[in-house]
């Protein structure tokens, strides 16, 4: 009989388990970061894709994460657009072939086809220092990922450690 009864009882555990919501991730929508690094650099690494190393400039990383719909496979999906400064501004504006020189790349992580980080040379970029932990950045892009993309951000960016 007890040998029934440990049975009956993993069954029910099992089932009480398998009946526990789905969804267990509390955060729901779409998430966005707006950051940046102290005493960093932009390097292009394996496969063409932007890193963010250690260096003398400022970084600055806008990263999206878009929600996750659990009933679809390989559906995750994230970007992220970075640039550098130098540390001493507390204000710059570029366009064109000044954002090639700031190191702007866009970047998506997918299950789709990715060909490394994706250089920017079309569209501004500016930003102004509100103190040592806060810029206000305005982002107008435009790039070719098979097809013309743009986004427009316009966000205050916070300090952060990598």
Known sequence: ???????????????????????TNSDTGDRSE???FQDSSISIGEFDFALIGNGTN???????????EPNIADDEYSERI?????????????????????????????????????????????GIKIDDTTWEITIDIAFEDFVTQTRTISEQFQLATR
Do not use: W
């Open 1 to 23: 009989m007890d040998k029934y009864l440990k049975i009956v009882v993993i069954i029910l555990v099992c089932l009480i388990s398998c009946n526990e919501d789905e969804d």
């Open 34 to 36: 707006y950051r940046f």
């Open 58 to 68: 400022l970084v600055f990383e806008y990263y999206f994460i878009a929600d996750d």
């Open 82 to 126: 970075i640039f550098e400064i130098p540390p001493n501004l507390n204000e710059f504006s570029f366009s064109a072939s000044e954002l090639s020189n700031a190191n702007t790349f866009f970047d998506k992580y997918c299950f789709c086809v990715i060909e490394g980080s994706i250089p920017i040379e079309v569209g501004s970029i500016s």
